[in-house]
C-alpha cells in the first residue's frame, strides 16, 4: 500500500503563493496518475490538478487554471502543487491521491494523503 504524506500548507494573504509537496512511500507510485483535490467545509471534494506517471498532459480544474502547476519528481517520489495568485476561495483542506488513470472524480483514486490546510485571508 502506497502511503501519502501532504505538507505545505498554512495561512497566506490573498494575492500570495504556497507550494504544497506530497511524498509517496513506495516506487510504485512512479507509475500512477495523481491527482490534487481539496475540499472546503460544507463542500464536496473538488478536483484540482492532476497528471500521469509521465507527465504527458497534465489537467487542471476551471477554478485553478492559469494560477496552479502541478509537477512530480519520480526519483523523490513527490508531487508537488504550486500555488500563486491565491484567493480566499481557495481555503480548503488540500489532498493528494493515486490512481491507475488521471480522472477529475474522487472515486477513481485509490489511496489518498491525509490533507494540508491551506487557509486564505482577504
Known amino acids: 500500500q502506497v502511503l501519502l504524506v501532504e505538507s505545505g500548507g498554512q495561512l497566506v494573504q490573498a494575492g500570495g503563493s504556497l507550494r504544497l509537496s506530497c511524498a509517496a512511500s513506495?516506487?510504485?507510485?512512479?507509475?500512477?496518475?495523481m491527482g490534487w483535490f481539496r475540499q472546503a467545509p460544507g463542500k464536496e471534494r473538488e478536483f484540482v490538478a492532476g497528471c500521469t506517471w509521465t507527465f504527458f498532459n497534465p489537467a487542471y480544474g476551471d477554478s485553478v487554471k492559469g494560477r496552479f502547476t502541478i509537477s512530480r519528481d519520480n526519483a523523490k517520489n513527490t508531487v508537488y502543487l504550486q500555488m500563486n495568485s491565491l484567493k480566499p476561495e481557495d481555503t480548503a483542506v488540500y489532498f493528494c491521491?493515486?490512481?491507475?488513470?488521471?480522472?477529475?472524480?474522487?472515486?477513481?483514486?485509490?489511496?489518498w494523503g491525509q490533507g494540508t490546510q491551506v487557509t486564505v485571508s482577504s
Open positions: 491521491a493515486g490512481s491507475t488513470v488521471l480522472s477529475i472524480r474522487p472515486s477513481d483514486y485509490h489511496y
Open positions: 513506495a516506487r510504485t507510485f512512479r507509475n500512477d496518475a
